[in-house]
């Protein structure tokens, strides 16, 4: 009996012994371990939520509504996909563009705008080679915000420089919008003296001298391009960087003195406003002749748009004789349309970047517009094709650099699928597709 006993209390004593550790340690579980794992998930349910809170983007009204459609089918010319466009363009409801007052930015929200609205790599730093050949762009607007806002995602890059010119006649809401852009960059800027942008009239040039005068204060660029907010590029900017490169100097201008219609600048054109709004501005001829220009100037008719040197705006923004032809331009008709094409085709000016040779050239690459030489598959307006989708196959292989004009209101699928092209070439660095053709420009053949 004795021996039992003994032996019951060995086994108690060797279970509270082996027990006790173990119960210290659950306690020790309990009291220290538990409550930081708890801590931990508590922390990272925070997190998650804060994350979740993160993901919830800030500017994500200002994302445009993007039409199901295959843009790849469209450039090849797939029948079936284009007929699933007209059918979704008539019989889908119309997609309303982004208010213009939508774009109201803070400073404070800046960073965050970019972020979310300039999220490409190439909008933070581009490859070396572009960085070394900043390019300036003049952009002229009047209206719609949002395809100015657009057209600024796929040509921004951090080393280029940006002037905006707001038309002084544009609504308050489209000034004040583009302003709060505008201040979440460094190297985009308002032109510092607006005009009021009549169709044909002197006040569609100055305003382009206007952005230059403010371009000029930004020493590294080597090549400026005017480009309206209606316009979309053709080429992307390492392709803008190797083209220009080629051109060497040369400024792309066009410029005809054949063909060019005469009774623009022989006679005295008068601006005249018969409804009493900027709508109601037209020009007259008042029949009276003009004196011809000083100089022993030839008169060339080109195009408002170019590709122009930074020392050619140098000289038309400091030579005597630029500024004597552009006092003369200002009671013509588009003055805009032979400026330009004037200072470059007059050899004995020895304008930088000039052209030398003595004929017409037959090619430039400046500008695409289609002004009747082709069957237009979007809407002609003033004589010019605003483009369709159907448009597309014939802009795809183009050798201009920029096409004038879009609107998204007319057509936003045929916008949405070049847009879409360019963002995604802009992506890589690919090899200049028919450098040739550039390197055979009439402007760098021996005159």
């Excluded at 939520?49 to 089918?73: D, R």
């Excluded at 000016?349 to 400046?366: C, M, Q, R, S, V």
Aim: charge should be positive; proline fraction near 4%.
């Amino acid at each position: 009996m004795e021996k039992h006993t003994n032996n019951i209390l060995i086994t108690q004593f060797t279970f509270k012994r082996r027990l006790l550790p173990r119960i210290c340690i659950s306690v020790f579980i309990l009291l220290y371990i538990f409550p930081s794992l708890y801590k931990e998930f508590y922390s990272y349910s925070s997190s998650s939520k804060f994350l979740s809170l993160q993901t919830k983007k800030i500017f994500e009204h200002l994302q445009p509504f993007y039409y199901p459609v295959s843009c790849q089918k469209l450039f090849e010319s797939d029948s079936n996909e284009f007929k699933y466009v007209q059918t979704l363009l008539s019989t889908s409801k119309s997609q309303k563009n982004i208010s213009d007052n939508q774009y109201n930015i803070t400073k404070e929200q800046c960073d965050i705008y970019r972020s979310e609205r300039f999220d490409q790599s190439f909008h933070h730093e581009d490859i070396l080679i572009n960085r070394q050949f900043p390019l300036a762009f003049n952009i002229l607007l009047h209206d719609n915000v949002q395809q100015f806002e657009r057209l600024l995602r796929l040509i921004y890059r951090p080393q280029n420089f940006y002037c905006v010119h707001v038309d002084s006649s544009a609504l308050w809401s489209v000034f004040e919008s583009v302003k709060s852009i505008v201040q979440c960059f460094d190297n985009i800027y308002l032109v510092s003296k607006r005009e009021e942008v009549t169709y044909a009239t002197f006040s569609r040039l100055q305003a382009d001298i206007n952005c230059m005068n403010d371009s000029i204060k930004y020493s590294s660029w080597k090549y400026l391009l005017n480009i309206a907010s209606s316009e979309l590029p053709l080429k992307t900017n390492s392709e803008l960087v190797k083209i220009l490169s080629i051109y060497q100097g040369h400024n792309d201008i066009e410029g005809v003195r054949e063909k060019r219609n005469m009774e623009r600048t022989d006679y005295v054109w008068q601006t005249l406003n018969k409804t009493g709004d900027r709508h109601g501005f037209y020009l007259k001829n008042t029949g009276i002749k003009k004196q011809p220009p000083s100089d022993n100037l030839l008169i060339f008719k080109g195009s408002a748009y170019g590709a122009f040197s930074r020392a050619f705006v140098e000289f038309v923004l400091t030579n005597e004789v630029a500024k004597r032809l552009l006092e003369w331009s200002r009671d013509t008709y588009s003055p805009d349309e032979h400026y330009w094409a004037t200072l470059n085709y007059n050899p004995h000016l020895n304008t930088p970047g000039g052209y030398k040779a003595k004929t017409d050239p037959a090619i430039w690459t400046g500008r695409y517009a289609n002004w009747g030489e082709s069957r237009c598959y979007g809407q002609i307006i003033r004589g010019v094709c605003v483009f369709g989708s159907l448009d597309l196959p014939s802009l795809l292989n183009r050798h201009e650099l920029i096409a004038n004009k879009f609107y998204l209101h007319t057509d936003p699928i045929a916008y949405q699928c070049l847009e879409e092209l360019i963002f995604n070439r802009s992506k890589l660095d690919l090899p200049l597709n028919d450098a040739t053709f550039y390197r055979r420009m009439p402007f760098l053949l021996p005159s």
